[in-house]
């Protein structure tokens, strides 16, 4: 099945908001894969399905009130931005019972390795969250910064900066990976 195109995954869920089933299952289909690559890069790994999960839940809730102001899938995208940011919020609040390498923000180091998703999704990890959320929508969604400014809540100005800063914290912790791999 060819990529749909933005107007068309908005087609199917203004359709869906009026009942159309087929129309909801094909909006899914068309955007689980750029729903669950954003939430892999705001919380852990094991936590993405049950994420995507809750977004789909809130968005059909939600679903009604969609007015098309912006693309359905930057709506999408900024209903599963906030259901990673709850999730983060309640698993601050409970303690912890145990440290967990894989958890964003902790700057743990992943086991060295040659795979490059591997070493992005571990630099990733490392930058300040609203810069990981403002890079990850547009370098690696490719939204553009407008679509990530409404994902994101913020301005445009803002997202640009974001970014920026991103990219130089990105350089910054790659020559600092590479100097402790020549070091050893």
Known sequence: MPAADE??????ALAARSGDRAAA????????????RFLSHLADREDVEDLAQDTYLRAMRAL?????????????LSIARRAAADHIRTLRRRPRTAWSPSAPGTGAQAVPSFDGEILLRRLLHGLEPGRREAFVATQVLGLSYAEAAEVCQCPVGTIRSRVARAREDLVAALRADDGRAAAN
């Open 7 to 12: 107007s068309e995954i908005t087609a199917w």
């Open 25 to 36: 299952s094909a909006f899914i289909r068309a955007t689980t894969r750029d729903v669950q």
């Open 64 to 76: 009604p009130r969609f007015d098309a102001r912006s693309t359905a899938k930057t709506w999408l």
